[in-house]
């Protein structure tokens, strides 16, 4: 097939619709049915359904469940984020971005499917297919973002971009909904319990991911350079780090800034991961199905999120960045400190419903200001970004590791009440950012 021209509207929908591709790992996977299943067959309990043991035998040492996911969940994030300049080299300097990007999607789906046969009895294969999952979308979605610039204009940027976060929207939700489906109505669709359908969401997911990628793919150009694969190519995501990091010394709003959002962005990552594994150990569902419960929670959070997006920009061009950020963090401690104290599904409503209220918001407006304190005239903006992802994902290690041990030490409420500290000294560091490049960029 001939190539597409830049800018063509059929290649801008196949970039972007890799979005509605992929984004059903992100809610599947990552936040809703997994998280439920994992809960479901590593913790034991009595015919009333009262805990009994959630501990875990892996690789000859006992774990707590949730311990054990939070440690594996750090590990792959601490993978990500050293691939993640490797990655971005090759996109950068290598033509055949095409097969990469196939490369880390077709191990992401296919670890998915594998997901499928995840038990007790062969626990390192399942946490392995977790694993692997995130590495493959983390890694497809460096070389997806990549080309961006290859197949928009700039001025067709911010709308093809928004699209595509619509179409993962949409699509992420339709599949989960399809599968709820499944699961609440196993014996109308002829599944003898729960465990059959719960366990083919994840093939769904890896078969959704590969055949709607496969509409990407057929259009999107195989790269727009080709240069040998050398070491100064492999590496030069890791020299544009360095150079960043040289430029912060002298650039005190920008070092300010990014030192506050990593430390509150390990807690509101990390709060992310783990919502769906505390409504599974803290709370007392009773007669309610938990799994039905939880996964509306997740759909409200998901909805609730947009329009705290859109609430967080009126507030940011009324008040300010910073101190629309320095509430959303205050915001986060109540939510935290309340979150401690619930027992009942209705609390944990509440308590979604305003996560995902500030979840949008705090995500859309951190990055909206960083990009406005990046000195004006400065060309090397995707080296900034790229910094401003891998201190992200740092922080989710970090986030991540700081929680498993909590809750082994202690339990889960008391690892929750523990990221109050982090928002703390998130608000703490924001007061102290200089506002006048802010207000100048905008």
């Known amino acids: 097939m001939e190539a597409l021209p830049k800018g063509s509207k059929k290649l801008l929908n196949a970039w972007a619709f890799y979005d509605w591709a992929n984004s ?3 809610l599947v996977i990552a936040s809703a049915i997994f998280p439920i299943f994992y809960g479901a067959i590593t913790i034991v309990k009595d015919a009333d359904g009262n805990k009994l043991n959630d501990t875990v035998n892996f690789l000859g040492r006992d774990f707590n469940n949730d311990t054990l996911i939070s440690y594996v969940t750090a590990a792959a994030f601490l993978m990500v984020s050293f691939l993640s300049p490797l990655l971005s080299g090759i996109a950068d300097y290598v033509g055949n971005k095409k097969f990469f990007m196939k490369f880390f999607c077709y191990l992401g789906a296919v670890s998915c499917i594998g997901l499928y046969w995840f038990n007790t009895d062969f626990l390192w294969f399942g946490l392995l297919c977790y694993f692997l999952a995130l590495i493959g979308f983390w890694g497809s979605l460096v070389f997806y973002n990549s080309y961006l610039p290859d197949i928009a204009f700039p001025d067709q940027q911010d709308r093809i971009s928004a699209k595509g976060y619509s179409l993962g929207y949409v699509g992420s939700v339709i599949l989960l909904c399809v599968c709820l489906a499944m699961i609440l109505l196993h014996k109308t669709f002829g599944f003898e319990n729960e465990d059959f359908p719960t366990r083919f969401s994840f093939v769904l997911t890896g078969l959704w991911w590969i055949g709607f990628s496969q509409y990407t793919y057929y259009y999107l150009p195989k790269g727009n350079k080709k240069e040998k694969l050398t070491n100064d190519v492999l590496f030069n995501g890791f020299k544009e780090l360095k150079k960043i990091w040289k430029k912060l010394k002298y650039d005190k709003p920008m070092r300010t800034y990014l030192t506050a959002f990593f430390v509150y ?18 709370l007392n569902w009773g007669e309610t199905d938990s799994t039905t419960g939880l996964i509306v929670s997740i759909l409200l959070i998901q909805l609730v999120a947009v329009l705290g997006a859109w609430l967080t920009s009126k507030a940011s061009a009324k008040f300010g960045n910073i101190p629309t950020l320095i509430v959303i963090n205050m915001i986060w401690i109540i939510i935290c400190i309340y979150a401690y104290t619930i027992t009942t599904p209705f609390q944990f409503y509440i308590t979604a ?3 995902g209220l500030v979840m949008g918001g705090i995500q859309s407006l951190s990055r909206s200001t960083y990009s406005k304190l990046i000195p004006e005239g400065e060309k ?9 992802d891998v201190s992200e994902k740092i922080g989710i290690v970090i986030g991540m590791s700081t929680y498993g041990f909590i809750a082994e030490q202690t339990s889960i409420r ?10 703390a000294v998130g608000v703490i560091l924001l007061f102290f950012v200089p506002r006048k490049r802010i207000i100048e960029q905008a």
């Open 265 to 282: 962005s390990m807690a509101v990552q990390t709060i992310m991961l783990i919502a769906t594994y505390f409504g599974i150990e803290e």
């Open 414 to 423: 008391y690892a929750i009440l523990f990221f109050i500290a982090f928002f």
């Open 24 to 26: 059903v790992y992100s």
């Open 353 to 355: 419903a305003f996560v």
């Open 380 to 388: 090397d903006t995707a080296s900034y970004f790229s910094f401003y």
